[in-house]
């Protein structure tokens, strides 16, 4: 922790800023105020609404954001290093200090070492530690002048000042003091008149003392003030007190003055001695783990050593409750004694318990004398080793920090067994067999959350209940603490609290109750962490996605390779981190919203980190779009996919397994790097993962990115990378079925293609335009700009796209009834897309190429196109393309006079569609069925699949379909003898035939008679 020693903070009296010698003014009340708060909860992140609140007794100042943040900076220009001793974290700020530098922790440790020293029957060192932790006080804090917020606070120190001052008492009384204290006790009883704890001491000390008169008077007084005053008597306790002092109880009398005793130093006692823990009640899962711990261990006489089992895990996954639930089902076997001891390893505002510290419990449990035990630490591990040979001991070592802390703890016997719970694992510790915990599963998680609240009102809501441990992360502290605060609030939902956890910003604020804290445990972990270590977590919490690779985590840390790795693997021994495969890494979901709570690094350092994240996403995904996507046009400020390593490019199955698993992460790195305005950076990854998203059907976040991508484009101020946006948004735009806005799209990167005199790019846009225009309509107008595109692109060499365009073109042919040239176009589309490796144009070319045929009774051309197309659907996996060729197989089928398997296809073809939610797609297959239920002769059936069909299509303002689904429900309401409704929807068809400029019969479509 980077702090700066010689800085010293005291407000255990009138608050003062010691620098050395030289004293340190806060500047001014308001100031000293927010000082003052953040030193009461040093440590701790105190929002910025409570700074306001101590800061302001009355009403604050609508400026009070304001000048709480003026009044941190003001004490961070006057405290050295005031940077480093204030951080800035969401929602407020911390004081960052080593325990030596205010006095509050100074007490607060004497106090704790006070209750060791008792602890290890060294009563004498327990008074000292207090005496000591007390003469810190030099008043009440801060005082008494903190305001209402601050005294608040203050007062619970003020509660650990009495209690200590009271333990002091009756430590020394224990001792056989008693006129020495007299008027020590006077002094704090004036000081707190209605404290009878240090009442009832101080009548024991005059009892002690020889002046029983005294003490009985003194008892009175305090009957009548308490009377007179507050209306009440004094305590049961203190009566019952005063009762034996007024009949001289001997039980009173001081303790004898300790002599020495023929008791062997070793002895211990007789008594199996047992300090385990309660067992949990309702511990849940763990089936495997507990079959590792329980199992027998090796015969006594193959071990010259105990049996020692390490279970190491994050801060929260149920350690201590796993060693302990195996240590009560062991108890049996171990009939010399069962002990466990907390290390205090990684426990909030404590140091871990020293070796000669846990030394000293252990021969105490065990029954060895207080005045036996040996003064040094090297002794009590002698002792140790003799008292726990020969003995078939159960020893639960809890949070251990280190091996160093473990290996003078371990019992000399081979028949022994330890088992030890770390947040670390601890490979140095010599024998020792390692258990690594992990989550719950999804089940146990459940059932868990059924033991705690009842397994019917878990069972009541199942898919809350789904959720909850999904945002618990199947974490057992967090699962324990939603089922606590459900337990408290009965009237609460499991749904209710879901949503609550659903916030990322708040849901560690959520996960606590009572004394329990996901937070807490997460920040434990951390702190315990070198200064490094905690700036490499926070550099790759930086990351956005759900996992990454090393050379990822390498740009973020900008490291080598090896430095990498080692890295990652101390995070991963922290249990900071998972491997979830080899060489992929993630966060916890918890750890990552814990590290989004940690004070950000300089702005700078954070914005070069992403600027490489960025960079290195980047050239990955160029490289997989370059064996993925060979064709695809380059233009003239495209990102280089060559990194500098001359790494062989991948080969296709290896590019697909890279967008598997990286496609989420690049979306998200789209996202980062738009917050952090690498506006370049953005669009062009998002260009890059559009490819993949469109040939996956995941239209809507293929929109999403090139919205982005657009928008990022335009804040570059890049022309060129703006009009190549705007084609990738236009055709986002068709897919979704927003053909009037992706029309605009179109347009305008038309115009700027224009401007900037390039042809590629110019070409791109007619190629979108065209299409867009055949989904409105405005068939002649498609072709025009289809046959302009791919006639562009055959001068520019550009395959790929020639063949996209002549895919297209094949199909707004085929709509007029051209039907010759769409042949022409839809072979040579077909043939460019095999050439270049392009399955999904080339099926796209194949399906289109199929309706020509169709239109010229060339059913086994067709059907050749089709076979082959449905072929290369397979490994593609793309819905929306499989989708199209099963509709134009069904027409296929139905033509060939075979409707059930036309129906077939058709039926496949719409629940295909409404997957991927294209009602494009839909409306195709649902006119195409409509006309299957007409050839059958169900022609009630195929009104309603042409309505449904006309709704789709009208909705979106996709023309041919609409003359499709009037056509089909004019022919099937005659039939029906709705003759009115028929001749309308007939002119219905007409009309916008006749504004597609279309001729009579384009549309219609042949329909065998049932049962040919």
Known sequence: ????????????????????????????????????????????????????????????????????????????????????????????????????????????????????????????????????????????????????????????????????????????????????????????????????????????????????????????????????????????????????????????????????????????????????????????????????????????????????????????????????????????????????????GFTPGEEPLSPGTALGVLLRAMGVAGKSVAEYSLSRCAQWRVTSAHRRLLLVLDNAADAAQVRPLLPASPGSLVLITSRVGLPELEGAQELSLGLLTDEDSVELMSRILGADRVAAEPDATASLVQLCGRLPLALRVSAARLRKRPHWTLRHLAERLGDDTRILGELESGDRSVATVLRMSYDAMKPEHRAHFRLLSLHPGTGFAAPVAAALLDTDPHSTERILEYLLDVHLLMEFEFGRYSFHDLVHSFARTLPADEAEQREAAVLRLAERMLTELERACDALFPGRVRYGNAPAADDGTKTPPPEPQEAQRWFTQEWRNVVAVVHLADQYGLHWHAAWLSRGIGFYLHTQSYFSDFEQMARLAVDNARKQGDPELLCVSLINLAVAQWHRDLFQEGIASSEEALAIASGLADPRTEAACLSRLGVLCTSVGRLEDAVEYLARASEAHRVLCSAREEAQALANLCFARERLGRLPEAVRAGQRAAALAWSTGDAGIEVTALANLSLAHLGLERLEDAAHCLTRA???????????????????????????????????????????????????????????????????????????????????????????????????????????????????????????????????????????????
């Not at 003392?209 to 009175?220: F, I, K």
């Not at 007024?246 to 002599?259: F, K, M, N, V, Y």
């Open 1 to 344: 922790m980077h702090t700066t020693p010689h800085v010293h903070f005291n407000v255990l009296g009138p608050l003062e800023i010691w620098d050395g010698e030289r004293r340190i003014k806060p500047g001014g009340p308001v100031n000293e105020r927010v000082l003052a708060m953040l030193l009461l909860e040093a440590g701790r992140v105190v929002p910025v609404s409570r700074l306001i609140q101590a800061a302001w007794d009355q009403e604050p100042p609508p400026t009070a954001v304001h000048q709480i943040r003026k009044a941190v900076a003001g004490l961070r220009r006057r405290l050295p290093s005031g940077h480093e001793l204030i951080t800035t974290e969401p929602p407020g700020y911390r004081a960052v200090l080593s325990d030596g530098q205010l006095d509050l922790r100074m007490f607060d440790i004497r106090v704790r070492r006070a209750q060791e020293a008792r602890t290890e029957g060294l009563p004498d060192n327990a008074v000292m530690q207090l005496k000591a932790g007390l003469d810190l006080w030099r008043g009440p804090v801060l005082g008494g002048t903190g305001g209402p917020v601050i005294d608040a606070v203050a007062a619970a120190w003020e509660e650990r000042r009495l209690a200590a001052t009271e333990q002091g008492f009756e430590l020394r009384l224990e001792q056989g003091e008693a006129s020495g204290l007299i008027g020590e006790l006077r002094e704090a009883v004036t000081a707190h008149p209605y404290g009878e704890v240090l009442r009832g001491q101080l009548l024991l000390a005059l009892y002690r003392a020889g002046r029983q008169t005294e003490a009985l008077e003194e008892y009175t007084r305090l009957r009548i003030s308490l009377a007179e005053e507050i209306g009440i008597d004094p305590g049961p306790k203190l009566a019952a007190l005063y009762e034996a002092i007024l009949r001289g109880d001997p039980e009173l009398d001081a303790p004898p003055a300790p002599q020495d005793t023929q008791e062997p130093p070793l002895a211990v006692t007789e008594a199996a001695p047992c300090t385990l823990p309660y067992d949990l009640a309702d511990f849940t899962g763990r089936q495997e783990e507990m079959r590792r711990l329980t199992a027998a261990p090796p015969a006594t006489g193959e071990r010259t050593s105990p049996h020692i089992l390490v279970v190491d895990g994050m801060g929260g996954s149920g350690k201590t409750a796993l060693a302990v639930h195996a240590a009560h089902r062991l108890a049996d076997s171990y009939p010399d004694g069962q002990l466990y001891l907390d290390l205090r």
């Open 870 to 1012: 449905r072929a290369l659907c397979e490994p593609l996996r793309a819905p929306a393309l499989t989708s199209l060729v099963l509709c134009n197989l069904a027409e296929a089928e139905l033509r060939a006079g075979r409707p059930h398997t036309a129906h077939d296809h058709g039926t496949a073809a719409l629940d295909l569609a409404r997957g991927h939610g294209s009602r494009a797609r839909q409306a195709a297959a649902e006119n195409m069925l409509g006309r299957v239920d007409r050839a059958q002769g169900e022609h009630r059936r195929a009104v309603g699949r042409h309505r449904t069909a006309l709704e789709q299509a009208t909705a979106i303002g996709l023309r041919t379909e609409t003359v499709r689904a009037h056509r089909g429900l004019a022919e099937s309401l005659r039939t029906l003898g709705d003759a009115a409704a028929a001749d309308w929807h007939d002119r219905a068809a007409r009309e916008h035939a006749t504004a597609m400029a279309l001729p009579p019969d384009a549309v219609v479509d042949p329909v065998p008679a049932p049962g040919a």
